[in-house]
C-alpha cells in the first residue's frame, strides 16, 4: 500500500490573487476558474494589462500638467528661495534614486526567486518525464522479449522434442504464460504521448524563463544606470546629462509600467492554477489517461489502491510459472535431448532479467515518486513563483514613483541651473571673482606673467631697502586711469593708499554699473577737485 500522501496546501496569496475580480473586455464577469485555452478568460487577463496601462496613462498626465506648471510659474529671484528650491532639488533627486536602488534590490530578490520557482518546476518535469519514459523502456523491452527472443527459444526447442509429446506440451504451457503477460503489459498506460508532452512544456519553460530572466536584469541595470546619470548630472550641473536622464527616465518608467501589468497577469493566472491544480489536470488529461490513473497519482491516498495492482500481480505469477516450467525442462529434458540445454538456459536468462523489470516497474508505477515530483512542482510555481512575481510587482511600483518624482523633480534642476548660468551673464568676463571666468583661465592661463617683487630690487640695491615706488594722488578722469593701467600691460598698479573715497574704479564692473560709476565719479571730481590738486 502507498504511504499516507503529503498534502497541498495553496498559501495564502494564491487565495488573495485568485479573489481579484475577473472581468473581460466589455466588463462582463468571467469565471475565475484556470483555462487558459478560453477566450473570456484570455480577456480577462488582458483587462489586467490594460488596468496597468490606464495608470500609465494617468502618470504621464500628471508629469505633463506639473511640467507645465513648473514651466509657466513666476521664477523668484530671491536669493534665498533660490538656495532652499536648489536644496529641495537636490534631496528630491537624492530619495528619489534611494527608492530606486531600494528598488532594484526587491527586484533581484523577487527575480532570483521566480527563478528558482521555474528551475523547481522544469526540474520536477523533467523526472517525472523520465519516470514516464522508464516506464515505457520497460514494458517495450520486456514484450519484445515475451514476443520474439522467447518465441524463437520455443521454437528449436519445438524441434528437438518433436518426439516427445509432453515436453511439446510443456512448451506450448511456456508460451501461453508468455502471452498473458504480454496481455497485461498491454493493459498498462502508454505514456508515449505524455512524455512528448511534458518534454516540449519543459523546453518551453526554459525558453521562457531565460529569457524573463534576462530582461528583468536589463532593466535592473539600466535603472542603475539612471540613477548613476542622475547623480553625476546634478554634481556637475550638466543639463545634456539631465536631459538624457529626463529621456531615458521616461523609457524606465513605460517599462516599469508595461512590466507591472505582465507580472499582474502572470500572478493572477498562476494563482487561478494553484487554487484547484488536480482539477486542470484532470480536465487536460481526460481522453488521453485513465480519470482513475490520474486520480491515482494526483492524490496517492492510502485509501485507493493501484489501478497495476492486477496487471502486476498476474505478470508476478505468470512468469514465477514459467520458471518452475523451465526448471523442470533442465531436470528431465536436458539428459535426454543435450542439444536443448542451450535455449533452456537462454530461456531461464530471458525470464530472469523479466523478473528484474518486474520490480522496476512496480516501483516506477508506485505513486509515491511521482506524486512527489507533482508536489515539487506546485511549490516551486505556487510559492517560489508567485512570490517572486509579487516582489517584482512591488519593484516595477516603486520603480516608477521614483522615475515620477526624478522627472517630476528634473525641470526644476534645469530650470535653476539655467537662472545661475544668466546670473553670471551680467558680470565681466574679466571678473576674477566670476566662476566662469575662473573655468576659462584654468584651461586658458594668461601668458603675460606678473613682475616678481624682486624684480624691483635690480636697481634699487638689497632686498631689504625694497619700498614701492611712490606713487601720487590723482583726480584723473576714469578713462585716463584705465588708460594707464593699459600702459602696464594689464598688470596691476602699486598703491600707497586706499581706493575708499578716491572714486577709483571697482576690480569688477558690468556694463550698467560702469555707467553708474562714472556719474558718482564726476560727483567727486567737482566736489574734492580743489582739495586733492593734480
Not at 521562457?208 to 539612471?226: A, G, K, M, Q
Not at 498562476?270 to 485513465?290: K, M, R, Y
Not at 507533482?374 to 516603486?398: N, W
Not at 548660468?421 to 565681466?428: F, M, T
Amino acid at each position: 500500500m502507498p504511504a499516507a500522501r503529503m498534502e497541498y496546501i495553496a498559501p495564502w496569496w494564491v487565495a488573495w490573487l485568485h479573489s481579484v475580480p475577473h472581468v473581460g473586455l466589455r466588463l462582463q464577469p468571467v469565471n475565475s476558474t484556470f483555462s487558459p485555452r478560453d477566450a473570456s478568460y484570455q480577456e480577462s487577463l488582458l483587462f489586467l494589462g490594460l488596468v496597468a496601462a490606464v495608470c500609465l496613462g494617468l502618470n504621464l498626465i500628471f508629469l505633463a500638467a506639473h511640467l507645465v506648471c513648473v514651466c509657466c510659474c513666476r521664477q523668484d529671484d530671491a536669493v534665498q528661495t533660490k538656495q532652499r528650491n536648489s536644496c529641495c532639488v537636490t534631496w528630491t533627486a537624492v530619495v528619489a534614486g534611494l527608492v530606486c536602488c531600494a528598488a532594484v534590490g526587491v527586484g533581484f530578490y523577487g527575480n532570483s526567486e521566480t527563478n528558482d520557482g521555474m528551475y523547481q518546476l522544469i526540474y520536477s518535469l523533467d523526472n517525472a518525464n523520465h519516470t514516464f519514459s522508464g516506464i515505457n523502456t520497460l514494458v517495450s523491452g520486456t514484450t519484445q522479449q515475451m514476443e520474439v527472443n522467447l518465441e524463437q527459444h520455443v521454437a528449436r526447442l519445438g524441434e528437438i522434442f518433436a518426439t516427445r509429446g509432453d515436453y511439446i506440451q510443456t512448451l506450448r504451457f511456456i508460451q501461453q504464460m508468455a502471452g498473458t503477460i504480454v496481455a497485461q503489459l498491454s493493459e498498462l498506460p502508454v505514456w508515449r504521448g505524455v512524455t512528448a508532452e511534458l518534454t516540449e512544456l519543459s523546453d518551453q519553460a526554459g525558453h521562457v524563463e531565460y529569457y524573463r530572466w534576462l530582461s528583468y536584469l536589463l532593466l535592473f541595470i539600466l535603472h542603475l544606470v539612471i540613477c548613476f546619470i542622475t547623480c553625476l548630472g546634478l554634481a556637475k550641473r550638466s543639463r545634456c546629462l539631465l536631459a538624457l536622464m529626463l529621456c531615458c527616465g521616461a523609457l524606465a518608467l513605460l517599462l516599469s509600467w508595461t512590466s507591472l501589468a505582465a507580472d499582474t497577469a502572470a500572478a493572477v493566472a498562476t494563482s487561478d492554477f494553484c487554487t484547484a491544480p488536480d482539477t486542470f489536470i484532470l480536465n487536460v488529461t481526460e481522453g488521453q489517461i485513465h480519470t482513475e490513473v490520474t486520480r491515482y497519482y494526483l492524490y496517492c491516498s492510502q485509501s485507493l489502491s493501484s489501478p497495476f495492482q492486477q496487471a502486476l500481480t498476474i505478470f508476478q505469477r505468470s512468469l514465477t510459472t514459467m520458471q518452475i516450467q523451465v526448471v523442470g525442462l533442465l531436470q528431465f529434458a536436458v539428459p535426454l535431448f543435450p542439444t536443448a540445454e542451450k535455449d533452456l538456459l537462454g530461456i531461464q536468462l530471458l525470464l530472469n532479467s523479466s523478473e528484474s523489470s518486474l520490480h522496476q516497474l512496480t516501483a516506477m508505477l508506485d505513486c509515491r515518486g511521482l506524486h512527489k515530483d507533482y508536489l515539487d512542482a506546485l511549490a516551486g510555481i505556487c510559492y517560489d513563483g508567485i512570490e517572486g512575481l509579487l516582489y517584482l510587482g512591488l519593484f516595477s511600483i516603486l520603480a516608477a514613483l521614483a522615475f515620477s518624482t526624478l522627472i517630476c523633480a528634473g525641470p526644476r534642476a534645469w530650470k535653476h541651473f539655467t537662472t545661475r548660468d544668466r546670473d553670471y551673464d551680467d558680470i565681466d568676463d574679466d571678473d576674477p571673482f566670476n566662476p566662469q571666468a575662473r573655468r576659462i583661465a584654468a584651461h586658458n592661463p594668461p601668458r603675460g606673467q606678473l613682475r616678481s617683487f624682486c624684480s624691483y630690487s635690480s636697481g634699487l640695491g638689497s632686498q631689504t631697502s625694497l619700498q614701492p615706488p611712490a606713487q601720487t594722488i590723482s583726480n584723473a578722469p576714469v578713462s585716463e586711469y584705465m588708460n594707464q593701467a593699459v600702459l602696464f600691460g594689464g598688470n596691476p598698479r602699486y598703491e600707497n593708499v586706499p581706493l575708499i573715497g578716491r572714486g577709483s574704479p571697482p576690480p569688477t564692473y558690468s556694463p550698467s554699473m560702469r555707467a553708474t560709476y562714472l556719474s558718482v565719479a564726476d560727483e567727486h571730481l567737482r566736489h574734492y577737485g580743489n582739495d586733492f590738486p593734480a
